[in-house]
């Protein structure tokens, strides 16, 4: 069968002849090439040298499956990997409503047509708010390291200073960007860790505060997942500088973790990622930062803020932009760094999930992945030459393990493990060297005790 | 039976739909909690593990243990569905109106044969640190839509970190940045010029970036003054950002030469390609001499905008630029795809690990299923439907379309009401809620007003000709109301989930709640 030519493409309705021809009539045009009267014959593409295309749906999707299907997944094989992107259980309730349409496809609509996608959103930010016991939260940015970054520079303008603190257990993805984007605003330096517990070292943090300090910075659970202790010591000491706390947190440990705000946090930023949103490869992840309900603090958040508002019909909920006149929609290059498309569909979906989860789920999944984590510990602890975990402190989801004494590297481990359909824990040699030959594992709800078993007997066999 | 279908038409022609839109009145989530019910059950610790751990909250440092739990809704699971899908129907979504304005946004069809794609295993449970050999297909993916944009653009390398077309634009600034310290100039060059119809995050992005900001307007007939351009030069120009075409729709025939006087004092062009639908396969980067671009999966590449993100702001350099883009990219060797982070120059990273990937596979998908012929097509028939609606536009009472009389527009085209608005008192505003009544959107335009009362339309090339016709009989009754009565306008939206705002609480401090513990503290106190 040859098809007819020219050839109507399914997603174009005007590309019919006639129709075309109908248009191009009515608005006094010979072609479509007078149309683009404006753009030079010197600016004009010679020839686009693209694939052939696959016209027909069919063929369509067995193109790309058949190139997914080069991929491994954490289902077929044993996953241990964090390290800020987390394999947690996703609800199908989660994936039944970000699928939805009307949600997948809305983008700027107003309230008038988009009540729903206002109100989704402002739930969010609710639930959130509970979680963190904070009032305000923002609709998510991108991702966890854009979260902390504006979060920073929004403690410089707070403060009026330009110094940041922050512990030298943060990640060097994280660092990376943190270091870029509050360039142009603030210098950062790094506080030493106790290398026998990592907890960020008071002492470090007394001698390098100062009164040019805007914020101190840590992660809680930290980046190497072990709990930071002392919260409230490390914010009395930024307070008593003049200085901000901010913390990083992950959102699914807040059923038993105490909300980083009444251990002084004045600004908390994180990741729903675990919230019900798959790995994707990375594509997951949204970022959230969250304050008190003050003017000093709303003011300073570069992004969209929903809020309820009466409408003129009685007992009508309505939702709206929250001071949308200080964004960069309104204010341009006088606005607060700048706002734009992020990861709204992620709010929504981490919003169904806390909702599915309530206050028991949340406590129970907290309790859940320390159970595993801990049982994973207490296991790989006994195989000979391994020390696990590095860190003498509690740990929630992630610790480190060290292979010093194997006499093989984590290079080495992972390339058995994978041999055994098991993704090993993420490599820290070069971003972490003071902890020798370590690697960060990370141990959730969706872990059983089969599973961890079968890593720990295959570790056993690799190194022992 | 009385012909039914006969009374649907008036002079031949469909009459307007009798739009209403979900109504629910769902209440906030909170307001539907019972104490004890369960949405989902996390999966049970197994006994062993319970007996050989013991009690893991008690080794939780005591300031660190939560004392009173989140104060969370309780719901049972079809409770929770039913309040979401009742929330989804109360918002409208490109897939079910003619979403022809948002201007500037390009609302497209998304395929769902993409979504279906995007949303099997073998993209959504992967982890971004597994084995480049465990992740081949999407490494692939991504890196032969790679050599797509740089054949779409001219360009020679491309990042897919940033997050969205903002993202995007500050990954530009900082790369403009870079460039510039790297060759111990920073200090001198300071300034970057956008236009004042150029996305406003060309200059937000641009001051985020440390730089000084010179915005250029239009000359009278609507295109970017040249003149003021010239003015606007210096040894202290880094850079240059734009859209071309413009917000305004209108392609600016003098670009080659803006980048070039930008070059010759020493900074950087950045093409910020939002605008990209009308021109793809006719004109790209490389062309008018630009040094940067970026590229919207979600918008022109047919990703859907989910509400505002996921999305991907995909970055383009030429081959002097390449070294600056953030870490890591993704190459091929001829038999694998890896990722290569041993680039010293780089900026670092933008976004956490590559980008969204996903949105990567649907825009990767939607041109498979195009091919250069099928591109072209998309610009031809998104410019005609464009010029198609404005002829069909300015035959309605009250609007015009400013600038660049008797030219054509590309692919969208910012009207203003400014007569209608003298005439009747009703503003551009009115016109886009009144529109909702009829199940339709329509936006204003980004601040500043140069153009006074207005609303940017982009058809792009997914509504069929009797779909523009409808969307602009639609706006045709609300101005022709506006005329008669200009009430109707004035107080609606009459046919919507929600009645018209009071926002005077969302810009005052005391009375503004972001969430719904504020609200019960600071106005709804009495229910405690």
Same mark, same amino acid.
């Given at each position: 069968m040859n098809r007819e030519k020219p050839i109507v493409h399914p997603?174009?309705?005007?590309? #019919?002849p006639t129709i075309k021809e109908q248009m191009l009539r009515e608005i006094g045009?010979?072609?479509?090439? =007078?149309?683009?009267?404006? #753009?030079h014959e010197k600016l004009r593409v010679k020839d686009m040298n693209l694939p052939?295309?696959?016209?027909?749906e069919c063929s369509l999707r067995r193109y790309i499956e058949e190139i997914l299907s080069k991929n491994k997944t954490c289902k077929e094989y044993l996953n241990f990997l964090g390290a800020g992107c987390w394999q947690h259980y996703v609800p199908a309730i989660c994936d039944e409503v970000n699928q939805r349409s009307e949600f997948l496809t809305a @983008? /700027?609509?107003e309230p008038y047509e988009d009540h729903g996608r206002f109100q989704a959103l402002f739930e969010y930010a609710s639930m959130m708010g509970e979680l963190l016991n904070m009032d305000v939260v923002n609709v998510?940015?991108?991702?966890w390291m854009q979260a902390a970054a504006t979060s920073l520079r929004m403690a410089s303008r707070i403060t009026g200073r330009r110094e940041i603190l922050i512990s030298k257990t943060i990640s060097a993805d994280e660092l990376s960007k943190i270091k870029d984007y509050c360039k142009p605003q603030m210098e950062v330096k790094l506080l030493d860790y106790?290398?026998?517990?990592?907890?960020?070292?008071l002492d470090s943090l007394k001698a390098k505060?100062?009164?040019?300090?805007a914020a101190v910075y840590f992660k809680n659970p930290s980046y190497l997942g072990?709990?930071? /202790?002392h919260g409230d010591e490390i914010s009395k000491i930024a307070h008593e500088h003049g200085a901000l706390s901010v913390v990083g947190v992950?959102?699914?440990?807040l059923g038993i973790l105490t909300p980083p705000i009444e251990y002084g946090a004045d600004i908390v930023c994180g990741d729903?990622?675990?919230?019900?949103?798959?790995m994707q490869f990375g594509g997951g992840q949204a970022g959230f930062i969250a304050t008190r309900d003050e003017e000093k603090y709303v003011m300073e958040y570069p992004s969209r803020l929903f809020g309820i508002a009466p409408t003129s019909v009685e007992g009508e909920y309505g939702f709206g932009d929250v /001071?949308?006149?200080?964004t960069s929609f309104v204010l !341009?290059?006088? /606005?607060k760094e700048f706002v734009g498309t992020a990861a709204a569909l992620w709010g929504i979906t981490a919003g169904v999930y806390l909702a599915l989860m309530g206050p028991q789920g949340m406590r129970e999944i907290g309790e859940a992945i320390m159970l595993r984590s801990r049982y994973a510990m207490l296991q790989i602890s006994?195989?000979?030459?391994?020390?696990?975990?590095?860190?003498k402190s509690t740990h929630f989801k992630e610790f480190v393990v060290n292979?010093?004494? %194997?006499?093989?590297?984590v290079a080495e481990i992972n390339r058995a493990l994978l041999e055994r359909k098991i993704f090993g824990g993420k490599d820290l040699t070069k971003e972490f060297?003071?902890?020798?030959?370590s690697a960060l594992y990370c141990i959730t709800e969706v872990h059983t005790k089969d599973d961890i078993d079968r890593l720990v007997n295959a570790l056993k066999e690799v190194v022992e | 039976m009385e012909d039914i279908t006969k009374k649907r038409y008036a002079n031949g022609k469909p009459k307007l739909k009798r739009f209403h839109q979900a109504k629910?009145?769902?209440?906030?989530?909170f307001e539907l909690s019972t104490e004890g019910e369960r949405g989902i059950l996390p999966p049970e610790v197994e006994d062993e593990i319970k007996h050989m751990v013991?009690?893991?909250?008690?080794?939780?440092?005591e300031k660190m243990r939560r004392k009173e739990p989140p104060k969370l809704p309780e719901l049972a699971q079809p409770r929770v569905l039913r309040h979401y899908l009742r929330l989804s129907q109360e918002t409208l979504g490109a897939d079910l109106?003619?979403?022809?304005?948002?201007?500037?946004?390009?609302?497209?069809y998304s395929p769902k044969i993409n979504e279906q794609l995007a949303r099997m295993p073998q993209m959504?449970?992967?982890?971004?640190?597994?084995?480049?050999e465990t992740v081949q297909g999407i490494l692939e993916i991504m890196y032969k839509f790679e050599q797509i944009l740089k054949e779409i653009s001219g360009l020679d390398k491309f990042s897919f970190?940033?997050?969205g077309g903002s993202q995007a634009i500050y990954t530009n600034a900082s790369i403009i940045r870079a460039y510039h310290e790297s060759r111990g100039e920073a200090d001198k060059k300071t300034e970057i010029i956008t236009t004042?119809?150029?996305?406003p995050s060309n200059a937000a992005c641009a001051r985020t970036a440390g730089f000084r900001v010179i915005t250029i307007y239009p000359s009278e007939d609507g295109y970017p003054d040249i003149e003021a351009l010239k003015a606007a030069?210096?040894?202290? %120009?880094a850079g240059l950002m734009i859209t071309n075409p413009e917000d305004t729709g209108i392609?600016?025939?003098k670009i080659e030469e803006f980048v070039k006087i930008v070059h010759e004092v020493g900074g950087l062009c950045a093409y910020d390609?939002?605008?990209t639908n009308g021109i793809l396969g006719i004109t790209r980067a490389k062309e008018a001499g630009f040094d940067l671009c970026h590229f919207n999966l979600h918008k022109a590449f047919s990703a859907p905008h989910g509400c505002g993100g996921p999305a991907v702001g995909a970055v383009g350099a030429t081959k002097e630029l390449a070294?600056?883009?953030?870490?890591?990219v993704i190459e091929f060797d001829g038999d694998r795809y890896y990722l290569d982070y041993?680039?010293?120059?780089s900026i670092g990273?933008?976004?956490?690990? @590559?980008?969204?990937a996903p949105v990567v596979l649907k825009a990767y998908a939607w041109v498979m299923s195009l091919g250069a012929e099928g591109l072209r097509e998309v610009s031809e028939i998104a410019v005609l439907n464009n010029n198609y609606l404005l002829k069909k536009m300015l035959e309605?009472?009250?609007v015009s379309a400013p600038y660049a009389k008797g030219k054509r527009r590309v692919e969208q085209v910012r009207y203003s009401w400014e007569k209608l608005a003298k005439d009747t008192g009703v503003h551009s505003e009115d016109i886009g809620i009144r529109a909702a009544d009829f199940g339709v959107h329509y936006w204003t335009s980004h601040?500043?007003?140069?153009?006074?009362?207005p609303c940017t339309l982009e058809p792009t090339e997914s509504y069929s000709k009797t779909e523009l016709d409808e969307y602009a009989e639609i706006i045709k009754h609300v101005a022709n109301e506006a005329y008669t009565n200009p009430e109707i306008v004035k107080t609606a939206?009459?046919?919507? %989930?929600?009645? !018209?705002? =009071?926002?005077a609480p969302l810009d005052d401090p005391s009375q503004w709640a972001i969430t719904w513990r504020a609200y019960r503290r600071k106005v709804s106190k009495e229910h405690e």
């Open positions: 997603y174009i309705p005007n590309a #019919v045009a010979k072609s479509t090439e =007078d149309l683009f009267a404006d #753009v052939k295309p696959l016209l027909s @983008y /700027a609509g998510p940015t991108y991702d106790d290398p026998e517990t990592g907890q960020l070292d505060i100062s009164s040019k300090t072990f709990i930071e /202790a992950d959102p699914i440990s729903i990622q675990p919230l019900g949103i798959h /001071a949308f006149g200080r !341009r290059e006088e /606005a006994r195989l000979k030459g391994v020390k696990c975990p590095v860190f292979f010093d004494d %194997t006499g093989k590297t060297p003071e902890l020798g030959n | 629910w009145d769902e209440p906030i989530i013991g009690d893991v909250i008690s080794h939780i440092p109106n003619i979403d022809v304005g948002q201007g500037t946004c390009t609302m497209k959504t449970e992967l982890h971004p640190l597994q084995p480049e970190q940033p997050g004042i119809f150029s996305h030069v210096s040894e202290h %120009t392609f600016n025939p390609q939002a605008n070294e600056f883009l953030p870490i890591p041993n680039r010293p120059k990273k933008v976004r956490s690990w @590559y980008g969204v309605i009472p009250g601040h500043p007003w140069i153009v006074p009362e939206p009459h046919n919507s %989930t929600i009645h !018209r705002i =009071d926002h």
